[in-house]
């Protein structure tokens, strides 16, 4: 979020409109398109505020910052928008703070047709190729809050891509509700590999490609040859797991065992060595039993998982998870911890083993900057924003490579 400013004196111009994004790289991506059309004088003191809804805790965070907004811009007219406006758009006009709630439809008008050419970094860029999901997973809101899955064109994505890589960012993130689903119901039902292969051939400046989190079950056979075969693509997959136990899959309605998860990470080491997996997970889910923890605990191990996202379940409106019997809040925020802790410890031998090598590093603002395959680097000194060079590793230090 932004810092605070000061409120303006009485006849001076309104400060530029600002924009606060909560949740997924998918909201980062329309945050950016939103910042692109409120960069008009005309658009006056606003905020716009992307909310998220895949925890009540990220609700709560949406609700701190509308009022901190309030607070730190007592003139603004505040737009909340996003995930948890859409599914409950009476509380969130219910607050004081709110001059106005926009739909999923209404947001989705004020973006159509626009076409991003960079980021504010200029370094590396979010782009949004599908939205929506098809899946009914027990405990997720996200299908009620963004639709069915749509995707987006297959030239419209090149395009966007190649002016991303124009403005000179350095990598594209593709990203989506459900990324692995690109392509289903746009003529010929292209797969997520035929839009990466289009990518990489229509953007050839573009150094970087990476992309977001993957469904294990959806993986098609063009993207793994790329995979194999396309040194553009980064060894980096972030893939939707949720849990290591096969009951509770089946019960939160996934269409993965933990065999398929064994498989994909297995098939993602022979093909690129160098991979890094992360995943996201849910602790805690209602009638998870402690063996059935375990077993989720133990996949980061069986799996090299290092880059994890945990989650404590969160009791979703609507949702059929919330009906089931559910855990105490203390055990599921310990079983977290748990994971967390797991995570932690795969990430620093996973950081630790890459001490004395030469990495390819992207620099970023701040002084900081990531290999491929996604570890963090501490500059030893500023670079550029954009820039690449091979650096050595001399160290670890609080999760981050040394220069």
């Known amino acids: 979020m932004s810092p605070p400013e000061p409120a303006p004196a009485p006849g001076d111009p309104d400060p530029a409109p600002e924009v606060l994004s909560f949740g997924c790289r998918l909201n980062h ?42 607070r730190r811009r007592p003139r603004a007219r505040i737009v909340v928008t996003g995930c948890a406006a859409q599914l409950d758009p009476a509380r969130w006009a219910a607050m004081p703070e709110v001059d106005a709630v926009l739909g999923r439809a209404e947001k989705e008008a004020l973006l159509s047709g626009e076409l991003l050419q960079s980021f504010e970094t200029r370094t590396r860029a979010f782009l949004q190729v599908q939205n929506g999901c098809d899946h009914r997973c027990s405990f997720c809101v996200i299908r009620l809050a963004r639709g069915p899955s749509r995707s987006v064109a297959l030239a419209r994505v090149v395009a966007q891509a190649a002016g991303f890589a124009a403005a000179g960012a350095g990598e594209v ?82 269409r993965h065992r933990r065999a398929d998860l064994l498989r994909v990470a297995e098939r993602a080491r022979r093909l690129r060595p160098e991979v890094a997996l992360g995943a996201d997970l849910i602790a805690g889910f209602p009638t998870e039993s402690e063996a059935a923890f375990e077993r989720t605990l133990a996949l980061v191990d069986a799996c090299g998982l290092v880059y994890l996202h945990v989650f404590p379940y969160s009791e979703r409106p609507g949702t059929a998870a919330a009906r089931m019997p559910q855990l105490p809040q203390a055990l599921r925020r310990e079983r977290a911890a748990r994971l967390r802790a797991a995570g932690d410890a795969a990430r620093e031998r996973f950081l630790a083993a890459k001490v004395g090598r030469r990495e390819e590093v992207l620099a970023e603002r701040n002084g900081v900057g990531h290999t491929p395959d996604f570890a963090p680097v501490q500059l030893a000194a500023p670079w550029q924003a954009g820039s690449f060079r091979h650096v050595r590793v001399r160290g670890v230090s609080q999760g981050r490579l040394l220069e």
């Open 173 to 254: 993130v593709l990203s989506g509700v459900d990324l692995t689903a690109w392509g289903g119901d746009l003529p010929g039902a292209p797969a997520l590999g035929d839009l990466v292969a289009a990518i990489l051939a229509g953007a050839p400046s573009l150094r970087r490609l990476r992309l977001s989190s993957l469904d294990p079950a959806e993986i098609d056979e063009r993207l793994w040859q790329l995979f194999a075969d396309e040194p553009r693509l980064m060894p980096h997959l972030h893939l939707s797991i949720q849990s290591g136990d096969d009951l509770v899959l089946r019960r939160m309605l996934r």
């Open 29 to 70: 991506f329309e945050s950016e398109a939103l910042r692109a059309r409120t960069r008009s004088p005309r658009a006056g003191d606003l905020v716009i505020v992307n909310s998220c809804a895949v925890t009540a805790q990220a609700e709560r965070e949406v609700r701190k910052a509308i009022r901190e907004a309030r």
